[in-house]
Protein backbone atom coordinates (compact mmCIF):
# COMPACT_ATOMS: atom_id res chain seq x y z
CA UNK A 1 0.00 0.00 0.00
CA UNK A 2 1.85 3.53 -1.19
CA UNK A 3 1.69 5.80 1.40
CA UNK A 4 0.89 9.40 1.73
CA UNK A 5 4.26 11.14 3.44
CA UNK A 6 3.20 13.95 6.34
CA UNK A 7 5.56 16.32 6.70
CA UNK A 8 6.74 16.86 10.42
CA UNK A 9 7.49 20.47 11.24
CA UNK A 10 9.96 20.28 14.62
CA UNK A 11 9.24 23.72 16.44
CA UNK A 12 11.59 21.98 19.64
CA UNK A 13 14.08 24.89 18.92
CA UNK A 14 11.03 27.47 19.44
CA UNK A 15 8.13 26.93 20.79
CA UNK A 16 9.44 23.87 22.68
CA UNK A 17 11.89 26.10 24.17
CA UNK A 18 9.03 29.50 25.07
CA UNK A 19 8.91 26.41 28.50
CA UNK A 20 10.22 28.86 31.64
CA UNK A 21 13.74 27.18 32.47
CA UNK A 22 13.95 25.87 29.06
CA UNK A 23 16.39 28.73 27.52
CA UNK A 24 19.02 27.02 25.14
CA UNK A 25 22.25 28.76 24.14
CA UNK A 26 23.51 28.60 21.05
CA UNK A 27 25.51 25.32 21.05
CA UNK A 28 22.76 23.49 22.77
CA UNK A 29 20.32 24.92 20.53
CA UNK A 30 22.67 23.66 17.28
CA UNK A 31 23.47 20.67 18.85
CA UNK A 32 19.59 19.45 19.13
CA UNK A 33 19.34 20.88 15.32
CA UNK A 34 21.85 18.33 14.44
CA UNK A 35 20.23 15.18 16.24
CA UNK A 36 16.80 16.60 14.86
CA UNK A 37 18.14 16.50 11.31
CA UNK A 38 19.84 12.96 12.04
CA UNK A 39 16.00 11.86 13.35
CA UNK A 40 14.49 12.98 9.91
CA UNK A 41 12.36 15.93 10.43
CA UNK A 42 11.77 18.05 7.16
CA UNK A 43 11.53 21.34 8.43
CA UNK A 44 12.87 22.77 11.50
CA UNK A 45 11.85 26.11 13.31
CA UNK A 46 15.01 27.41 14.99
CA UNK A 47 13.59 30.52 16.19
CA UNK A 48 12.06 34.05 16.49
CA UNK A 49 15.21 36.18 15.21
CA UNK A 50 13.74 39.45 16.29
CA UNK A 51 13.82 38.19 19.50
CA UNK A 52 16.95 38.73 20.22
CA UNK A 53 20.50 39.02 19.40
CA UNK A 54 21.50 35.37 20.80
CA UNK A 55 18.02 33.78 19.16
CA UNK A 56 19.42 35.48 16.07
CA UNK A 57 22.73 34.27 15.62
CA UNK A 58 21.27 30.76 16.62
CA UNK A 59 19.11 30.40 13.69
CA UNK A 60 22.21 32.20 11.61
CA UNK A 61 24.27 29.40 12.55
CA UNK A 62 21.65 26.38 12.46
CA UNK A 63 20.71 27.77 8.52
CA UNK A 64 24.80 27.30 7.69
CA UNK A 65 25.53 23.54 9.42
CA UNK A 66 22.33 21.56 8.67
CA UNK A 67 22.75 20.34 4.65
CA UNK A 68 19.48 17.77 4.64
CA UNK A 69 16.30 19.81 6.57
CA UNK A 70 14.76 22.74 5.79
CA UNK A 71 14.97 25.90 8.63
CA UNK A 72 12.42 28.51 9.28
CA UNK A 73 12.36 31.16 10.99
CA UNK A 74 9.25 33.25 12.59
CA UNK A 75 7.77 36.10 12.04
CA UNK A 76 5.30 37.97 13.18
CA UNK A 77 3.50 40.47 10.43
CA UNK A 78 5.67 43.37 10.71
CA UNK A 79 8.16 44.24 8.40
CA UNK A 80 11.13 44.44 10.25
CA UNK A 81 10.26 40.75 11.79
CA UNK A 82 10.15 39.22 8.13
CA UNK A 83 13.39 41.14 6.82
CA UNK A 84 15.25 40.07 10.25
CA UNK A 85 13.85 36.60 9.58
CA UNK A 86 15.12 36.59 5.95
CA UNK A 87 18.56 37.85 7.00
CA UNK A 88 18.79 35.16 9.51
CA UNK A 89 18.12 31.72 7.09
CA UNK A 90 19.44 33.50 3.91
CA UNK A 91 22.72 30.98 4.52
CA UNK A 92 20.23 28.09 4.57
CA UNK A 93 20.18 25.30 1.75
CA UNK A 94 16.53 25.18 2.16
CA UNK A 95 14.74 27.62 3.95
CA UNK A 96 11.18 28.84 4.73
CA UNK A 97 9.46 31.98 6.39
CA UNK A 98 6.98 31.71 9.15
CA UNK A 99 4.68 34.94 9.24
CA UNK A 100 1.33 35.53 10.36
CA UNK A 101 -1.26 37.35 12.74
CA UNK A 102 -4.34 36.44 14.87
CA UNK A 103 -7.62 35.45 13.21
CA UNK A 104 -10.31 34.93 15.67
CA UNK A 105 -12.44 37.64 16.87
CA UNK A 106 -11.16 37.66 20.33
CA UNK A 107 -7.36 38.35 19.31
CA UNK A 108 -8.94 40.88 16.52
CA UNK A 109 -10.50 42.86 19.33
CA UNK A 110 -8.64 42.68 22.44
CA UNK A 111 -4.99 41.60 21.39
CA UNK A 112 -5.60 44.29 17.75
CA UNK A 113 -8.20 46.54 18.60
CA UNK A 114 -8.22 46.07 15.25
CA UNK A 115 -10.90 44.58 12.71
CA UNK A 116 -11.28 41.21 10.38
CA UNK A 117 -10.62 44.08 7.24
CA UNK A 118 -7.28 45.29 8.85
CA UNK A 119 -6.01 41.58 9.95
CA UNK A 120 -7.06 40.34 6.60
CA UNK A 121 -4.34 43.25 4.74
CA UNK A 122 -1.94 42.64 7.59
CA UNK A 123 -1.75 38.99 6.33
CA UNK A 124 -1.64 39.75 2.68
CA UNK A 125 0.83 41.80 3.15
CA UNK A 126 3.11 39.66 5.07
CA UNK A 127 2.92 37.26 2.61
CA UNK A 128 3.93 39.29 -0.32
CA UNK A 129 6.97 41.00 1.53
CA UNK A 130 8.06 37.16 2.73
CA UNK A 131 7.92 36.11 -0.94
CA UNK A 132 10.53 38.84 -1.88
CA UNK A 133 12.66 36.92 0.41
CA UNK A 134 12.29 33.21 0.17
CA UNK A 135 10.18 31.90 -2.20
CA UNK A 136 8.55 29.06 0.73
CA UNK A 137 6.44 31.32 2.73
CA UNK A 138 4.04 29.70 5.84
CA UNK A 139 1.38 31.07 6.94
CA UNK A 140 -0.06 30.84 10.37
CA UNK A 141 -3.70 32.28 11.26
CA UNK A 142 -2.97 32.02 15.30
CA UNK A 143 -6.25 31.10 17.33
CA UNK A 144 -7.62 29.80 13.95
CA UNK A 145 -9.34 27.13 16.62
CA UNK A 146 -11.59 29.14 18.00
CA UNK A 147 -11.93 31.51 14.28
CA UNK A 148 -14.91 31.63 12.65
CA UNK A 149 -14.48 29.14 9.56
CA UNK A 150 -15.66 31.72 6.84
CA UNK A 151 -13.37 34.22 7.90
CA UNK A 152 -10.52 31.78 8.09
CA UNK A 153 -11.09 30.33 4.76
CA UNK A 154 -11.28 34.05 3.35
CA UNK A 155 -7.71 34.86 5.01
CA UNK A 156 -6.50 31.23 3.85
CA UNK A 157 -7.80 32.34 0.19
CA UNK A 158 -5.79 35.68 0.41
CA UNK A 159 -2.87 34.67 1.29
CA UNK A 160 -2.60 31.86 -1.32
CA UNK A 161 -3.28 34.66 -4.11
CA UNK A 162 0.32 36.30 -2.74
CA UNK A 163 2.38 33.15 -2.85
CA UNK A 164 1.63 31.42 0.54
CA UNK A 165 2.72 27.88 0.24
CA UNK A 166 2.04 26.27 3.56
CA UNK A 167 -1.33 27.31 5.56
CA UNK A 168 -0.93 26.62 9.48
CA UNK A 169 -4.08 26.02 11.39
CA UNK A 170 -2.91 26.77 15.12
CA UNK A 171 -5.41 25.53 18.02
CA UNK A 172 -3.32 27.67 19.88
CA UNK A 173 -5.10 27.45 23.22
CA UNK A 174 -5.91 23.81 22.62
CA UNK A 175 -9.85 24.08 22.76
CA UNK A 176 -10.63 22.10 19.95
CA UNK A 177 -12.23 18.55 20.35
CA UNK A 178 -10.72 16.60 17.39
CA UNK A 179 -14.27 15.97 15.76
CA UNK A 180 -14.53 19.96 15.66
CA UNK A 181 -10.52 20.56 14.48
CA UNK A 182 -11.04 17.81 11.73
CA UNK A 183 -13.99 19.43 10.33
CA UNK A 184 -11.92 22.77 10.51
CA UNK A 185 -9.67 21.09 8.41
CA UNK A 186 -12.43 19.68 6.09
CA UNK A 187 -13.82 22.86 5.85
CA UNK A 188 -10.73 24.80 4.41
CA UNK A 189 -10.30 21.75 1.85
CA UNK A 190 -13.61 21.83 0.13
CA UNK A 191 -14.43 26.14 0.26
CA UNK A 192 -10.89 27.54 -0.17
CA UNK A 193 -9.92 28.24 -3.88
CA UNK A 194 -6.43 26.74 -4.73
CA UNK A 195 -6.14 25.07 -1.43
CA UNK A 196 -4.66 22.60 -3.63
CA UNK A 197 -1.81 24.36 -4.29
CA UNK A 198 -0.58 24.27 -0.55
CA UNK A 199 0.00 22.24 2.07
CA UNK A 200 -2.19 22.54 5.31
CA UNK A 201 -0.24 22.23 8.71
CA UNK A 202 -1.57 21.00 12.08
CA UNK A 203 -0.03 23.15 15.22
CA UNK A 204 -2.02 22.03 18.07
CA UNK A 205 -1.55 22.78 22.07
CA UNK A 206 -2.41 20.46 24.40
CA UNK A 207 -4.27 22.45 27.12
CA UNK A 208 -6.84 19.82 27.20
CA UNK A 209 -4.48 16.84 26.65
CA UNK A 210 -6.12 17.04 22.93
CA UNK A 211 -2.86 18.17 20.74
CA UNK A 212 -1.61 14.55 19.68
CA UNK A 213 -5.39 13.56 18.76
CA UNK A 214 -6.44 17.01 16.85
CA UNK A 215 -3.22 16.81 14.91
CA UNK A 216 -4.05 13.26 13.65
CA UNK A 217 -8.02 14.26 13.43
CA UNK A 218 -6.34 17.28 11.13
CA UNK A 219 -3.99 14.61 9.19
CA UNK A 220 -7.26 12.44 8.01
CA UNK A 221 -9.35 15.45 7.28
CA UNK A 222 -6.23 16.60 4.53
CA UNK A 223 -3.29 18.31 6.85
CA UNK A 224 -0.12 17.02 5.40
CA UNK A 225 2.22 18.67 7.81
CA UNK A 226 2.05 18.25 11.18
CA UNK A 227 3.77 20.90 13.60
CA UNK A 228 4.89 19.38 17.15
CA UNK A 229 7.91 19.34 19.65
CA UNK A 230 10.14 16.31 21.32
CA UNK A 231 8.74 15.31 24.28
CA UNK A 232 5.71 17.57 23.75
CA UNK A 233 7.42 20.67 25.08
CA UNK A 234 5.37 23.57 24.70
CA UNK A 235 3.92 26.75 26.79
CA UNK A 236 1.37 25.76 29.47
CA UNK A 237 0.73 22.49 29.08
CA UNK A 238 3.12 21.94 25.78
CA UNK A 239 2.46 21.09 21.91
CA UNK A 240 1.26 17.86 20.02
CA UNK A 241 4.40 15.76 20.75
CA UNK A 242 6.42 14.50 18.17
CA UNK A 243 7.33 11.02 19.05
CA UNK A 244 3.20 10.61 19.65
CA UNK A 245 2.11 11.44 15.81
CA UNK A 246 4.92 10.02 14.34
CA UNK A 247 3.96 6.10 16.03
CA UNK A 248 0.36 6.37 15.87
CA UNK A 249 0.74 6.97 11.83
CA UNK A 250 3.22 4.27 11.90
CA UNK A 251 1.01 1.82 14.04
CA UNK A 252 -2.06 2.55 11.90
CA UNK A 253 -0.61 2.20 8.22
CA UNK A 254 -4.94 1.71 7.26
CA UNK A 255 -4.79 4.94 7.43
CA UNK A 256 -2.42 5.66 4.83
CA UNK A 257 0.09 7.89 6.05
CA UNK A 258 3.81 7.87 6.81
CA UNK A 259 6.89 10.30 7.68
CA UNK A 260 10.37 10.01 7.39
CA UNK A 261 11.57 10.14 10.80
CA UNK A 262 13.88 7.24 11.69
CA UNK A 263 11.88 6.00 14.84
CA UNK A 264 14.79 3.97 16.45
CA UNK A 265 16.29 7.42 17.06
CA UNK A 266 13.41 8.69 19.23
CA UNK A 267 14.64 7.38 22.58
CA UNK A 268 17.79 9.24 22.18
CA UNK A 269 16.52 12.51 20.76
CA UNK A 270 14.37 12.76 23.78
CA UNK A 271 16.65 12.07 26.51
CA UNK A 272 19.30 14.52 25.16
CA UNK A 273 16.34 17.26 24.49
CA UNK A 274 15.31 16.04 28.33
CA UNK A 275 19.14 16.82 29.32
CA UNK A 276 19.96 20.21 27.61
CA UNK A 277 16.22 21.42 28.45
CA UNK A 278 16.72 20.29 32.30
CA UNK A 279 12.77 18.88 31.37
CA UNK A 280 12.68 15.51 32.81
CA UNK A 281 9.89 13.32 31.12
CA UNK A 282 7.42 12.07 33.21
CA UNK A 283 7.30 8.15 33.51
CA UNK A 284 4.75 7.58 32.36
CA UNK A 285 5.16 9.79 28.71
CA UNK A 286 4.12 7.62 25.64
CA UNK A 287 6.71 6.27 23.36
CA UNK A 288 9.40 7.61 25.68
CA UNK A 289 8.80 7.57 29.35
CA UNK A 290 10.99 5.11 31.22
CA UNK A 291 7.72 3.45 32.11
CA UNK A 292 6.16 3.06 28.53
CA UNK A 293 8.02 -0.46 27.59
CA UNK A 294 7.90 -1.30 31.64
CA UNK A 295 5.68 -4.00 33.27
CA UNK A 296 4.81 -4.73 36.98
CA UNK A 297 1.83 -5.72 37.49
CA UNK A 298 2.03 -10.35 36.99
CA UNK A 299 -0.64 -10.59 35.18
CA UNK A 300 1.23 -8.55 32.36
CA UNK A 301 4.19 -9.56 32.96
CA UNK A 302 3.43 -13.28 32.71
CA UNK A 303 1.54 -12.16 29.29
CA UNK A 304 4.47 -10.39 28.21
CA UNK A 305 6.95 -13.06 28.73
CA UNK A 306 5.07 -15.17 27.00
CA UNK A 307 4.22 -13.18 23.92
CA UNK A 308 5.75 -9.25 23.76
CA UNK A 309 2.52 -8.47 22.05
CA UNK A 310 0.19 -9.32 24.50
CA UNK A 311 0.24 -6.23 26.43
CA UNK A 312 2.76 -4.18 23.90
CA UNK A 313 1.68 -2.78 20.80
CA UNK A 314 4.98 -1.22 20.11
CA UNK A 315 8.01 -3.44 19.64
CA UNK A 316 10.55 -1.41 22.55
CA UNK A 317 13.68 -1.58 19.39
CA UNK A 318 11.39 0.22 17.14
CA UNK A 319 11.99 3.27 19.65
CA UNK A 320 15.18 2.84 20.59
CA UNK A 321 14.46 1.11 24.00
CA UNK A 322 16.97 -1.88 23.99
CA UNK A 323 13.83 -4.14 25.68
CA UNK A 324 10.76 -4.16 27.54
CA UNK A 325 11.20 -4.11 31.31
CA UNK A 326 10.28 -6.01 33.88
CA UNK A 327 10.38 -4.58 37.14
CA UNK A 328 9.85 -7.01 40.38
CA UNK A 329 7.44 -5.58 42.91
CA UNK A 330 5.02 -7.20 44.93
CA UNK A 331 2.45 -7.72 42.25
CA UNK A 332 4.91 -9.95 40.34
CA UNK A 333 3.91 -13.37 40.36
CA UNK A 334 6.06 -16.30 40.03
CA UNK A 335 6.79 -16.07 36.83
CA UNK A 336 8.63 -12.64 36.33
CA UNK A 337 10.61 -13.74 39.42
CA UNK A 338 11.62 -17.08 37.18
CA UNK A 339 12.31 -14.65 34.20
CA UNK A 340 14.84 -12.37 35.94
CA UNK A 341 16.91 -14.88 38.12
CA UNK A 342 17.12 -16.57 34.40
CA UNK A 343 18.22 -13.41 33.10
CA UNK A 344 20.79 -13.03 35.85
CA UNK A 345 21.98 -16.91 35.30
CA UNK A 346 20.37 -18.96 37.80
CA UNK A 347 17.92 -21.62 36.49
CA UNK A 348 15.75 -22.54 39.15
CA UNK A 349 13.89 -26.12 40.03
CA UNK A 350 10.31 -25.22 40.67
CA UNK A 351 10.84 -26.07 44.20
CA UNK A 352 13.42 -23.31 44.36
CA UNK A 353 11.29 -20.84 42.58
CA UNK A 354 8.48 -21.37 45.26
CA UNK A 355 11.22 -21.20 48.39
CA UNK A 356 12.60 -18.04 46.36
CA UNK A 357 9.09 -16.54 45.89
CA UNK A 358 8.25 -16.74 49.73
CA UNK A 359 11.69 -14.96 50.44
CA UNK A 360 10.98 -12.62 47.10
CA UNK A 361 7.21 -11.07 48.49
CA UNK A 362 8.53 -10.59 52.18
CA UNK A 363 11.37 -8.30 50.88
CA UNK A 364 8.67 -6.80 48.25
CA UNK A 365 6.53 -5.66 51.41
CA UNK A 366 9.02 -3.96 52.77
CA UNK A 367 10.85 -1.75 50.24
CA UNK A 368 9.73 -0.33 45.99
CA UNK A 369 11.38 -2.73 44.14
CA UNK A 370 12.97 -5.67 44.46
CA UNK A 371 16.39 -5.36 42.57
CA UNK A 372 19.26 -7.83 41.00
CA UNK A 373 21.56 -7.53 44.19
CA UNK A 374 18.67 -8.93 46.72
CA UNK A 375 18.42 -11.78 44.15
CA UNK A 376 21.79 -11.95 43.94
CA UNK A 377 21.65 -12.35 47.78
CA UNK A 378 18.77 -14.74 47.65
CA UNK A 379 20.51 -16.90 46.21
CA UNK A 380 23.82 -17.28 48.34
CA UNK A 381 21.44 -18.03 50.54
CA UNK A 382 19.59 -20.48 48.71
CA UNK A 383 20.13 -23.38 50.86
CA UNK A 384 18.50 -21.53 54.21
CA UNK A 385 15.56 -20.59 52.15
CA UNK A 386 15.34 -24.40 50.97
CA UNK A 387 15.54 -25.44 54.60
CA UNK A 388 12.97 -22.84 55.90
CA UNK A 389 10.45 -23.79 52.89
CA UNK A 390 10.90 -27.28 54.10
CA UNK A 391 9.65 -26.34 57.31
CA UNK A 392 7.16 -24.36 56.19
CA UNK A 393 5.81 -26.81 54.09
CA UNK A 394 5.88 -29.70 56.85
CA UNK A 395 4.28 -27.51 59.31
CA UNK A 396 1.37 -26.77 57.58
Given amino acids: MDHT ?31 LEDLGVD ?10 PGDFESVQQISRALTKTKVCALSRAVEKDIKTAAEAIKD ?3 CRIHTGI ?40 EDAGRTDNDFLARICEEVL ?36 AAILSTHCHNDLGLATANSIEGVINGARQIECTMNGL ?10 ECVMILRQHPYLGFDTDIKTQLLNQVSQMVSEEMGMPVQPNKAIVGSNAFA ?36 RSGRAALAYRLKELGYDVTKLELD ?22 RMWENKNELLSTFAKHSVKY
Fill in 5 to 35: KIFIFDTTLRDGEQVPGCKLNKEQKLKLAHA
Fill in 161 to 196: KVGATVLNIPDTTGYCLPHEYGAKIKYLKEHVTGID
Fill in 295 to 330: HSSGIHQDGVIKKRETYEIIDPIEVGVDKSSIVLTA
Fill in 355 to 376: AFYQEFLEVADKQKEVVDADLH
Fill in 43 to 52: IIEAGFPISS
Fill in 234 to 243: GERAGNTSLE
Fill in 102 to 141: GTSDSHIKFKFNSTREKVLERAVHAVKYAKQFVEDVEFYA
Fill in 92 to 94: AKY
